[in-house]
């Protein structure tokens, strides 16, 4: 599929920043691994009943093997049936829950069943961001007050440089212009990308991302896209272009053209992968025309 004519298109293209021409990329063995799985299982014990779900079952994501750790930059999608463990998997990476057996690497520092909340929540604070499909935002927060939060939480920053980063964010998700909304006062598609910029608050090195556009109509789904897809090549602050390594849940195959590599995740296995030898943006004119066309 190739569709043309984006409504971000100008934007997205501005200083050399051109998502509509990325270059080839293929992650090596050489490139740093920022996500690393080894044997990684989750077992639920069901509540009253002497009865367990397997939910993943030995997932490895190795150096030198076919399935080969999240490497610095890469966007991966994660794909596959419902049930199949693809939001267990992320809540593991996450370390919003852990593995009942087996090792996860995030930048080299381990998550297994031993390690302790504390450990566990300074990790996320500090190298992780969630963005989910219900944006839970603060209703009652302005646009600027959510993305401050985070910045105000982990208390590292003086009121200017906060200032100034709130800012910085919610242009680069293109909301400049809409800092004092409350969330009711927004867009589905709007309150999606002030989940985003708020989940960048703390320079995350890691984004996380469960199905970011499961709400949103295909205007707004590629919208969101187009944004995380700059953000994951050129990075989000204007003085320091690191790129964000995304790893993202979905149920929509359209969007797979985003990713360098899709995983698909069945029965709490990693059943394939797939490769792209380019990422490409869709092209929201093109895109409509080709959903019209299949109902
Ligand atoms: N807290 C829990 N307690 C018991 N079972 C759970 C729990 N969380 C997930 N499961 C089970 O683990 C399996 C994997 O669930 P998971 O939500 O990871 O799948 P998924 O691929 O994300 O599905 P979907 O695409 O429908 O969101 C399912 O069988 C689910 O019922």
Redesign the pocket.
């Known amino acids: 599929m190739i569709f043309s004519g984006s409504p971000d298109k100008e934007a997205l293209q501005g200083q050399g920043r051109d998502i509509y021409n990325l270059p080839s990329k293929e992650f090596g063995p050489d490139d740093e691994n920022v996500i690393e799985c080894e044997d990684v299982s989750?077992e639920?014990?069901?509540?009253g009943r002497d009865e367990k779900?397997?939910?993943?079952k030995e997932i490895n994501l190795k150096q030198h093997d076919e399935f080969y750790p999240i490497k610095r930059g890469e966007f991966v999608i994660i794909r596959?049936?419902?049930?199949?463990?693809?939001?267990?998997?992320?809540?593991q990476v996450g370390t919003i829950d852990t593995p009942t057996s087996g090792t996860i690497r995030l930048l080299g520092r381990e998550v297994n069943k031993l390690s302790k909340d504390s450990y566990l929540s300074d990790l996320r604070l500090t190298t992780i961001g969630f963005v989910f499909q219900t944006f839970n935002l603060i209703a009652t927060m302005t646009a600027y007050e959510n993305v401050e939060l985070p910045m105000r939480i982990l208390a590292k920053l003086s009121e200017k440089e906060i200032k100034k980063r709130v800012r910085e964010l919610l242009k680069s998700v293109g909301l400049q212009d809409r800092m004092d909304h409350l969330p009711s006062e927004l867009s589905g598609g709007e309150q999606q990308r002030v989940a985003i910029a708020r989940s960048l608050a703390n320079s995350p090195q890691i984004l996380l991302l469960?199905?970011p556009t499961g709400d949103l109509d295909s205007k707004s789904t590629v919208e969101v896209m187009d944004i995380l897809l700059k953000l994951n090549n050129f990075g989000y602050n204007e003085s320091n272009h690191i790129p964000c390594t995304m790893v993202m849940?979905t149920?929509n195959p359209d969007l797979e053209c985003y990713a360098h590599r899709i995983i698909y995740?069945k029965d709490?296995k990693i059943e394939k992968q797939a490769i792209n030898e380019r990422q490409s943006p869709l092209r929201y004119e093109q895109y409509l025309h080709y959903l019209n066309s299949q109902n």
Not at 44 to 47: A, K, P, V, Y
Not at 53 to 56: D, F
């Open positions: 989750k639920f014990n069901l509540i779900i397997y939910a993943l596959g049936p419902s049930g199949g463990g693809k939001t267990t998997f992320l809540n469960d199905e849940v149920h995740i709490g």
